[in-house]
């Protein structure tokens, strides 16, 4: 989304301040350049955005609707707020229906204290969930030599299926059904393993916010992502194919 | 057939569909929509293509499309060379061969005629069939058609939708040949615009400013689309309006094409509609013949093509970003907005999306122009929409109206109401996100603000009706099944969010609901309809929502009562008979238990789940009636005569002391606790009966000298003898009731000393005040208010009323004032100012009566009572009314017309309603309601006053004796509760008065095949000038049937597992 070459100024509100912007830039890379945090799950910089998660929403003066800050582009005169009793209180759902959803159950996890998913829960305050958990059984995927993918702890943010089609180009990863039934799934639903385009490159694993994908032969805590590589890469790339350093 | 070139070609061609359409040979045409197919048409279609080679007559016969009354499919249209057009209704094939009759006669066979058309506006043609048949009604005069206005359907039933030449007779294409000719897009899309359209899909944009955006987006490619991926269930209104007139949506797709600078359009239509899809493809076919469609569309040098595309049935693509998804292979899911698609659609190219209805009101746009069209619908929504108008109605069907037209409008007046017996409960619009409105506010005019108001959407017109036998929270479970099983799953709110709430409605309906539950949903709901990323989710919360809003009682009930009224939910109901009685007998019990031989056990049964059995089992509404399933095999069981037999039996011999012995040995012990009931009517007997079994000491205060109340004092002799009532109240003081008589609670008593003396009390002191009608002459003698009447006839007092007597009402007090006073050796002549069908008393009340001579005047509304010098009534003036709107009860509101009719007689009773005691409420001190009735808790039943519970007709307003005793029965168990600590121990002490009856719990392999056993009447002769009982009860045998007719429906099937 963002481009390197700096587009025309405009002028916004982000919670009250006047803050300049770019055009063509989202809400969310204009608040991030003005030192604003908006809390994001399945946003990864460098892939597009997609607007699953719902846990970047923000208020817009004038209008009822939350806009995701990921997708949304940011135009002159927007009055932006960032954070409100309501926001804290969806964002709050949106990652307690997460953890009802599936088995997050952190303290058999890979990636425990290393997980976005946690430390969002986390910051959000989130003590308890009010929802009963779904407890589903589901699969563990652990017929890639290298890797595992573990169904339980996915949240279905794409991050794994984007960085495998926009930055490797391999695209191993899709979403397969619908509703609460959607699975991530590789090749034509084929194990991970017998999936002939994967290159082994670990990207994936690397841009997966939870324990879902993780290295084989880490064990509870272990399981360390290197998300921001990712996003190196993606940018570098990027600058690379439009010609500038 | 030559390409349209030309004026000249086009009216040749023209000519030519005229020729068909009206040819100089009798027409035939049958509707051959999906719904005139489903009716069985295409059997129609051929047996008429028969008869009419067997005949030799020269006729045309075509297939067209549905006119829009589908609950009367097959329809047959017939028209003879310069008469009208008749069309006939439910027409079966082997009508055949009368309507070929018909054709050479021109008499049509009366009971298949359903109405003529004469003209008809086809919106951008007129056309003229002719005139004649005065006999039968015109079709605007049918109440389905009455008020519809017909621009998108049009066409629909009327021209043959496989020959384009039809529809180009009817002025077809001519708004596409004028914005060619013209040649100035900019012009259609000012038109478009100042005709204010909006967008028939649901959302309701402005079409104008969507074609604006997408004329000036810059591109090589641009696309049109017409979303006719129409999922909801109950809605069909695209899938006809193709079915019937597909070249209206090809037109204004061309036309739409051409403005906005478009060489492709797109047809993404649901590949469950193979009929539409067929005469669509017909229809494209067709008109590239022609030469409207393809390369240089009528030799403008305008290049368009349409290609259809069948979508795969995922709910989801009816949302633009996810259909174009879908079109170009991927998965249907939606991307957020913007881009949107005017900016970046299919192929990442500018693209116009508009759903099936909104292209066919171009061409009509166009032909007429803007100001035309603003003329009809409100101001901000202007024209009209197509409804499809389902559910629980009279009239069921495709229904074109103006926007803003009153949603009773359609449910009374075109729909006629709901099926005979039921009532409308509320109206479900804009399919599975839509919202359900309670029928309190059916005044809302449809249009999209007034509905978004509501909480509920236009959606694209689906219309669905509820009745009383609709469980909300059911419903509201329903669809947050479909949308929860539609939903793509790409954003959290909407996947996992409506998981949740569909996992919390479960919970309610099967009865483990908690009070959280209701806020966790409404705040889920609030969550999901922000957060989500496209309308399915944003929308999909809307029937929790509204149901919340506008029916948490239902909820309230479910959670709190585990009780759902309409019976839908199983787990919350033994049987639908348990479900619909107040007092929620288990009646399949005692039916079977009597069937076993165990009378004593059947008549424990009973006794312990209604104290009054034998009154009860005379005088009792019985709503159980209704919900009975024998009545969908033949009639239903007679549950209320077989309570009554058990009853007699028991109370008519000598078991009666030992069944005594039998009930009080199950009695809770003593508690010490002193509880006081005021009134000693069905309620407070109820009340104290199960007060007294759970060991408390019961003390009923009565105003009057006997016990009994209405089954005392106003219920007839002949309908309830004394002695039965007295039975009664043996078995009640035989628990230990103690009765105190000639005590006015709250006068000889004041309330403060009884909360002294007692540790509860329970209020239950009726509706003994007759409601007033203030007319001229009521001040005269001999005008008698009801229940006093029957109280002094009861008291054997002396009542002077002459030899004619007219009774006002249409109540059960109105036809026991009148049965009374026939016994008295006068005439009756009641007076109801509705019809027969309306009357609140029960039916088989209603028809003794007439039975025993008494006259009734229907729709005669009282005006004046005349009387003599001496102030005597000698005559009585009514005015007679008509039926108007149907009022909130669903009935027909009454309007007085000019008519005065006069009846003399000697006296007037007014049985107009009994309402509560005012001043014993205002005495109480207690919290009261803004009309003046204590307020309680309506679950608990308790006062503002601690320790003070009321029930019965004093807080609900007068009734009938069952939901009487349900208001006594549901005190006792509370106030024990709160007597006896806390709710968790309560509960087992009321359940342990009831014991575990052992009985079969085996289905009848083969139910009776026996019809139903109704009670004996004395002949109406003999019986109409004695006190003696009317109603002689069954006789055992025929008991015994009764209870082998039951299907056992407390039974549930469970699947063997090996």
Same mark, same amino acid.
């Given at each position: 989304?963002?481009?390197?070459?700096?587009?025309?100024?405009?002028?916004?509100?982000?919670?009250?301040?006047?803050?300049?912007?770019?055009?063509?830039?989202?809400?969310?890379?204009?608040?991030?350049?003005?030192?604003?945090?908006?809390?994001?799950?399945?946003?990864?910089?460098?892939?597009?955005?997609?607007?699953?998660?719902?846990?970047?929403?923000?208020?817009?003066?004038?209008?009822?609707?939350?806009?995701?800050?990921?997708?949304?582009?940011?135009?002159?005169?927007?009055?932006?707020?960032?954070?409100?009793?309501?926001?804290?209180?969806?964002?709050?759902?949106?990652?307690?229906?997460?953890?009802?959803?599936?088995?997050?159950?952190?303290?058999?996890?890979?990636?425990?204290?290393?997980?976005?998913?946690?430390?969002?829960?986390?910051?959000?305050?989130?003590?308890?969930?009010?929802?009963?958990?779904?407890?589903?059984?589901?699969?563990?995927?652990?017929?890639?030599?290298?890797?595992?993918?573990?169904?339980?702890?996915?949240?279905?943010?794409?991050?794994?299926?984007?960085?495998?089609?926009?930055?490797?180009?391999?695209?191993?990863?899709?979403?397969?059904?619908?509703?609460?039934?959607?699975?991530?799934?590789?090749?034509?639903?084929?194990?991970?393993?017998?999936?002939?385009?994967?290159?082994?490159?670990?990207?994936?694993?690397?841009?997966?916010?939870?324990?879902?994908?993780?290295?084989?032969?880490?064990?509870?805590?272990?399981?360390?992502?290197?998300?921001?590589?990712?996003?190196?890469?993606?940018?570098?790339?990027?600058?690379?194919?439009?010609?500038?350093? | 057939?030559?390409?349209?070139?030309?004026?000249?070609?086009?009216?040749?061609?023209?000519?030519?569909?005229?020729?068909?359409?009206?040819?100089?040979?009798?027409?035939?045409?049958?509707?051959?929509?999906?719904?005139?197919?489903?009716?069985?048409?295409?059997?129609?279609?051929?047996?008429?293509?028969?008869?009419?080679?067997?005949?030799?007559?020269?006729?045309?016969?075509?297939?067209?499309?549905?006119?829009?009354?589908?609950?009367?499919?097959?329809?047959?249209?017939?028209?003879?060379?310069?008469?009208?057009?008749?069309?006939?209704?439910?027409?079966?094939?082997?009508?055949?061969?009368?309507?070929?009759?018909?054709?050479?006669?021109?008499?049509?066979?009366?009971?298949?005629?359903?109405?003529?058309?004469?003209?008809?506006?086809?919106?951008?043609?007129?056309?003229?069939?002719?005139?004649?048949?005065?006999?039968?009604?015109?079709?605007?005069?049918?109440?389905?058609?009455?008020?519809?206005?017909?621009?998108?359907?049009?066409?629909?039933?009327?021209?043959?939708?496989?020959?384009?030449?039809?529809?180009?007779?009817?002025?077809?294409?001519?708004?596409?040949?004028?914005?060619?000719?013209?040649?100035?897009?900019?012009?259609?899309?000012?038109?478009?615009?100042?005709?204010?359209?909006?967008?028939?899909?649901?959302?309701?944009?402005?079409?104008?400013?969507?074609?604006?955006?997408?004329?000036?987006?810059?591109?090589?490619?641009?696309?049109?689309?017409?979303?006719?991926?129409?999922?909801?269930?109950?809605?069909?209104?695209?899938?006809?309006?193709?079915?019937?007139?597909?070249?209206?949506?090809?037109?204004?797709?061309?036309?739409?094409?051409?403005?906005?600078?478009?060489?492709?359009?797109?047809?993404?239509?649901?590949?469950?509609?193979?009929?539409?899809?067929?005469?669509?493809?017909?229809?494209?076919?067709?008109?590239?013949?022609?030469?409207?469609?393809?390369?240089?569309?009528?030799?403008?040098?305008?290049?368009?093509?349409?290609?259809?595309?069948?979508?795969?049935?995922?709910?989801?693509?009816?949302?633009?970003?996810?259909?174009?998804?879908?079109?170009?292979?991927?998965?249907?899911?939606?991307?957020?907005?913007?881009?949107?698609?005017?900016?970046?659609?299919?192929?990442?190219?500018?693209?116009?999306?508009?759903?099936?209805?909104?292209?066919?009101?171009?061409?009509?746009?166009?032909?007429?122009?803007?100001?035309? !069209?603003? =003329?009809?619908?409100?101001?901000? $929504?202007? &024209?009209?929409? /197509?409804?499809?108008? %389902? @559910?629980?109605?009279?009239?069921?069907?495709?229904?074109?109206?103006?926007?803003?037209?009153?949603?009773?409008?359609?449910?009374?007046?075109?729909?006629?109401?709901?099926?005979?017996?039921?009532?409308?409960?509320?109206?479900?619009?804009?399919?599975?996100?839509?919202?359900?409105?309670?029928?309190?506010?059916?005044?809302?005019?449809?249009?999209?603000?007034?509905?978004?108001?509501?909480?509920?959407?236009?959606?694209?017109?689906?219309?669905?009706?509820?009745?009383?036998?609709?469980?909300?929270?059911?419903?509201?479970?329903? !669809?947050? =099944?479909?949308?929860?099983?539609? $939903?793509? &799953?790409?954003? /959290?709110?909407?996947? %996992? @969010?409506?998981?949740?709430?569909?996992?919390?409605?479960?919970?309610?309906?099967?009865?483990?609901?908690?009070?959280?539950?209701?806020?966790?949903?409404?705040?889920?709901?609030?969550?999901?309809?922000?957060?989500?990323?496209?309308?399915?989710?944003?929308?999909?919360?809307?029937?929790?929502?509204?149901?919340?809003?506008?029916?948490?009682?239902?909820?309230?009930?479910?959670?709190?009562?585990?009780?759902?009224?309409?019976?839908?939910?199983?787990?919350?109901?033994?049987?639908?008979?348990?479900?619909?009685?107040?007092?929620?007998?288990?009646?399949?019990?005692?039916?079977?238990?009597?069937?076993?031989?165990?009378?004593?056990?059947?008549?424990?049964?009973?006794?312990?789940?209604?104290?009054?059995?034998?009154?009860?089992?005379?005088?009792?509404?019985?709503?159980?009636?209704?919900?009975?399933?024998?009545?969908?095999?033949?009639?239903?069981?007679?549950?209320?005569?077989?309570?009554?037999?058990?009853?007699?039996?028991?109370?008519?011999?000598?078991?009666?002391?030992?069944?005594?012995?039998?009930?009080?040995?199950?009695?809770?012990?003593?508690?010490?606790?002193?509880?006081?009931?005021?009134?000693?009517?069905?309620?407070?007997?109820?009340?104290?009966?199960?007060?007294?079994?759970?060991?408390?000491?019961?003390?009923?205060?009565?105003?009057?000298?006997?016990?009994?109340?209405?089954?005392?004092?106003?219920?007839?002799?002949?309908?309830?003898?004394?002695?039965?009532?007295?039975?009664?109240?043996?078995?009640?003081?035989?628990?230990?009731?103690?009765?105190?008589?000639?005590?006015?609670?709250?006068?000889?008593?004041?309330?403060?000393?009884?909360?002294?003396?007692?540790?509860?009390?329970?209020?239950?002191?009726?509706?003994?005040?007759?409601?007033?009608?203030?007319?001229?002459?009521?001040?005269?003698?001999?005008?008698?208010?009801?229940?006093?009447?029957?109280?002094?006839?009861?008291?054997?007092?002396?009542?002077?009323?002459?030899?004619?007597?007219?009774?006002?009402?249409?109540?059960?007090?109105?036809?026991?004032?009148?049965?009374?006073?026939?016994?008295?050796?006068?005439?009756?002549?009641?007076?109801?100012?509705?019809?027969?069908?309306?009357?609140?008393?029960?039916?088989?009340?209603?028809?003794?009566?007439?039975?025993?001579?008494?006259?009734?005047?229907?729709?005669?509304?009282?005006?004046?009572?005349?009387?003599?010098?001496?102030?005597?009534?000698?005559?009585?003036?009514?005015?007679?009314?008509?039926?108007?709107?149907?009022?909130?009860?669903?009935?027909?509101?009454?309007?007085?017309?000019?008519?005065?009719?006069?009846?003399?007689?000697?006296?007037?009773?007014?049985?107009?309603?009994?309402?509560?005691?005012?001043?014993?409420?205002?005495?109480?001190?207690?919290?009261?309601?803004?009309?003046?009735?204590?307020?309680?808790?309506?679950?608990?039943?308790?006062?503002?006053?601690?320790?003070?519970?009321?029930?019965?007709?004093?807080?609900?307003?007068?009734?009938?004796?069952?939901?009487?005793?349900?208001?006594?029965?549901?005190?006792?168990?509370?106030?024990?509760?709160?007597?006896?600590?806390?709710?968790?121990?309560?509960?087992?002490?009321?359940?342990?008065?009831?014991?575990?009856?052992?009985?079969?719990?085996?289905?009848?392999?083969?139910?009776?095949?026996?019809?139903?056993?109704?009670?004996?009447?004395?002949?109406?002769?003999?019986?109409?000038?004695?006190?003696?009982?009317?109603?002689?009860?069954?006789?055992?045998?025929?008991?015994?049937?009764?209870?082998?007719?039951?299907?056992?429906?407390?039974?549930?099937?469970?699947?063997?597992?090996?």
């Amino acid at each position: 989304m963002s481009n390197p070459l700096p587009n025309k100024t405009i002028s916004v509100r982000i919670d009250g301040e006047l803050v300049t912007a770019h055009e063509g830039q989202t809400i969310l890379e204009a608040a991030r350049a003005n030192g604003k945090q908006i809390p994001t799950l399945c946003y990864l910089k460098g892939l597009s955005a997609v607007g699953a998660c719902r846990v970047c929403v923000v208020e817009l003066a004038g209008t009822d609707r939350l806009l995701p800050a990921c997708t949304t582009p940011i135009q002159d005169g927007m009055s932006i707020k960032t954070t409100s009793a309501k926001l804290t209180l969806y964002r709050r759902m949106a990652v307690e229906l997460l953890l009802v959803e599936r088995n997050h159950i952190c303290s058999s996890c890979v990636s425990n204290s290393h997980c976005e998913l946690q430390s969002m829960a986390q910051s959000l305050g989130i003590t308890h969930v009010r929802y009963s958990y779904n407890n589903p059984r589901l699969q563990v995927d652990m017929s890639h030599p290298r890797f595992v993918l573990d169904h339980n702890r996915c949240i279905l943010c794409t991050r794994c299926v984007r960085v495998c089609a926009e930055v490797e180009g391999a695209n191993v990863w899709e979403v397969a059904s619908r509703g609460i039934y959607s699975r991530i799934v590789s090749d034509l639903k084929d194990d991970w393993g017998h999936a002939h385009n994967c290159t082994g490159c670990g990207k994936c694993v690397q841009a997966c916010p939870t324990g879902a994908l993780a290295e084989k032969g880490q064990s509870v805590h272990e399981m360390v992502k290197q998300g921001d590589a990712v996003t190196r890469l993606a940018t570098q790339r990027a600058g690379q194919a439009s010609g500038a350093h | 057939m030559p390409r349209i070139q030309d004026i000249g070609a086009f009216s040749a061609v023209r000519e030519s569909g005229l020729a068909k359409l009206m040819p100089a040979i009798p027409r035939l045409t049958v509707g051959m929509g999906t719904c005139g197919r489903g009716n069985g048409a295409e059997e129609v279609y051929h047996a008429l293509n028969e008869a009419v080679q067997r005949s030799g007559l020269d006729v045309l016969l075509a297939g067209v499309g549905c006119f829009g009354s589908c609950f009367q499919e097959p329809l047959v249209s017939v028209r003879l060379p310069g008469c009208p057009l008749v069309v006939l209704h439910r027409v079966q094939a082997n009508d055949a061969g009368r309507i070929l009759e018909a054709i050479s006669t021109g008499a049509m066979p009366p009971d298949l005629i359903y109405c003529k058309i004469e003209e008809w506006d086809h919106i951008t043609g007129f056309v003229k069939y002719g005139q004649g048949y005065p006999e039968i009604a015109p079709w605007n005069q049918i109440p389905f058609f009455k008020g519809q206005k017909k621009i998108v359907l049009r066409n629909c039933g009327l021209i043959n939708p496989s020959d384009i030449e039809e529809y180009i007779a009817v002025g077809g294409y001519q708004a596409l040949y004028k914005v060619l000719i013209d040649g100035r897009t900019d012009s259609v899309i000012e038109q478009i615009k100042a005709s204010r359209l909006r967008g028939r899909g649901g959302a309701g944009f402005l079409t104008g400013n969507k074609w604006d955006f997408m004329a000036k987006a810059k591109s090589d490619a641009k696309y049109i689309i017409c979303n006719a991926d129409e999922g909801d269930p109950g809605a069909y209104m695209n899938r006809n309006e193709i079915e019937g007139d597909p070249h209206s949506l090809l037109e204004g797709m061309i036309i739409g094409g051409y403005v906005m600078g478009a060489t492709e359009g797109i047809v993404y239509v649901r590949a469950e509609y193979p009929l539409a899809v067929r005469r669509l493809n017909r229809a494209i076919e067709q008109a590239r013949e022609y030469g409207l469609l393809g390369t240089n569309i009528l030799d403008r040098g305008f290049n368009f093509n349409i290609e259809l595309v069948q979508g795969a049935g995922a709910f989801v693509c009816g949302e633009e970003t996810a259909l174009i998804a879908s079109l170009e292979g991927f998965a249907g899911r939606p991307h957020p907005r913007p881009p949107f698609p005017a900016q970046k659609g299919l192929w990442g190219k500018p693209t116009n999306i508009n759903n099936v209805e909104t292209w066919c009101n171009i061409a009509p746009i166009i032909t007429r122009g803007p100001a035309w !069209f603003a =003329e009809t619908g409100s101001v901000k $929504s202007p &024209g009209t929409k /197509v409804f499809s108008l %389902v @559910g629980k109605i009279q009239n069921t069907g495709l229904v074109e109206m103006p926007l803003g037209t009153p949603l009773k409008s359609f449910i009374y007046d075109i729909g006629e109401g709901a099926v005979a017996g039921r009532r409308v409960k509320a109206v479900q619009t804009g399919g599975p996100s839509g919202g359900c409105i309670p029928v309190e506010m059916l005044d809302t005019p449809v249009d999209y603000e007034s509905l978004a108001q509501l909480g509920s959407i236009m959606g694209s017109g689906g219309m669905v009706v509820l009745d009383e036998d609709n469980c909300m929270v059911d419903v509201a479970r329903y !669809f947050v =099944e479909f949308t929860h099983s539609e $939903s793509c &799953g790409k954003c /959290v709110p909407c996947r %996992v @969010g409506l998981n949740k709430a569909l996992s919390i409605l479960n919970s309610i309906t099967k009865g483990n609901g908690s009070s959280e539950h209701l806020v966790l949903l409404d705040e889920l709901g609030r969550m999901v309809r922000e957060c989500s990323l496209c309308g399915l989710g944003q929308s999909a919360p809307n029937p929790v929502l509204t149901t919340i809003r506008h029916f948490r009682e239902e909820y309230e009930d479910h959670i709190v009562a585990h009780r759902c009224r309409a019976g839908v939910c199983q787990e919350l109901a033994l049987s639908p008979c348990e479900n619909s009685c107040p007092l929620r007998m288990n009646i399949p019990r005692f039916l079977e238990l009597y069937q076993e031989g165990r009378l004593e056990d059947a008549f424990e049964s009973v006794i312990l789940d209604n104290p009054l059995p034998a009154s009860t089992g005379r005088v009792c509404q019985h709503p159980c009636d209704n919900r009975c399933r024998r009545q969908s095999f033949d009639e239903v069981v007679n549950m209320r005569e077989v309570h009554r037999f058990l009853a007699d039996s028991i109370y008519q011999s000598d078991l009666f002391e030992p069944m005594l012995e039998r009930i009080k040995a199950r009695k809770l012990a003593p508690t010490g606790r002193k509880v006081a009931v005021a009134g000693s009517g069905p309620t407070g007997l109820t009340a104290a009966f199960y007060l007294a079994m759970l060991g408390h000491d019961v003390t009923i205060f009565e105003e009057r000298s006997e016990a009994g109340g209405m089954l005392r004092f106003a219920i007839p002799e002949y309908r309830l003898p004394k002695s039965v009532l007295r039975r009664e109240l043996d078995l009640i003081e035989g628990v230990g009731v103690k009765m105190v008589f000639n005590t006015r609670v709250g006068f000889d008593l004041p309330l403060n000393e009884l909360a002294s003396a007692f540790d509860a009390v329970f209020l239950s002191i009726g509706t003994w005040k007759e409601s007033w009608l203030y007319l001229p002459g009521t001040e005269l003698k001999n005008v008698h208010p009801a229940l006093p009447f029957l109280e002094s006839v009861a008291r054997h007092d002396q009542v002077s009323m002459g030899a004619r007597v007219a009774v006002i009402g249409g109540g059960n007090a109105a036809i026991d004032s009148a049965r009374t006073v026939l016994r008295m050796g006068a005439e009756a002549t009641i007076l109801y100012r509705r019809e027969r069908k309306d009357m609140p008393a029960i039916d088989e009340e209603i028809q003794a009566a007439e039975e025993e001579g008494v006259r009734f005047v229907f729709l005669a509304a009282p005006h004046r009572i005349l009387g003599d010098a001496d102030g005597n009534v000698k005559a009585i003036e009514i005015v007679k009314t008509r039926l108007g709107e149907y009022d909130k009860s669903g009935r027909r509101r009454p309007i007085p017309t000019d008519e005065v009719q006069r009846y003399e007689c000697d006296s007037v009773i007014l049985a107009v309603g009994e309402t509560f005691d005012v001043d014993f409420c205002r005495a109480s001190g207690l919290a009261l309601k803004e009309e003046g009735t204590i307020v309680v808790d309506r679950f608990t039943l308790e006062t503002s006053r601690p320790g003070f519970y009321a029930g019965g007709d004093v807080i609900t307003g007068a009734s009938n004796m069952s939901n009487a005793m349900s208001g006594g029965k549901q005190a006792a168990r509370k106030m024990d509760e709160r007597l006896m600590g806390d709710s968790l121990s309560g509960e087992q002490r009321w359940e342990s008065l009831f014991p575990d009856f052992e009985y079969s719990r085996q289905a009848p392999g083969e139910p009776s095949l026996s019809r139903r056993h109704t009670a004996h009447s004395l002949p109406a002769q003999a019986r109409a000038h004695s006190q003696d009982e009317v109603v002689d009860g069954l006789s055992s045998q025929e008991a015994l049937e009764e209870c082998r007719r039951c299907l056992r429906c407390d039974l549930r099937a469970t699947a063997s597992t090996h």
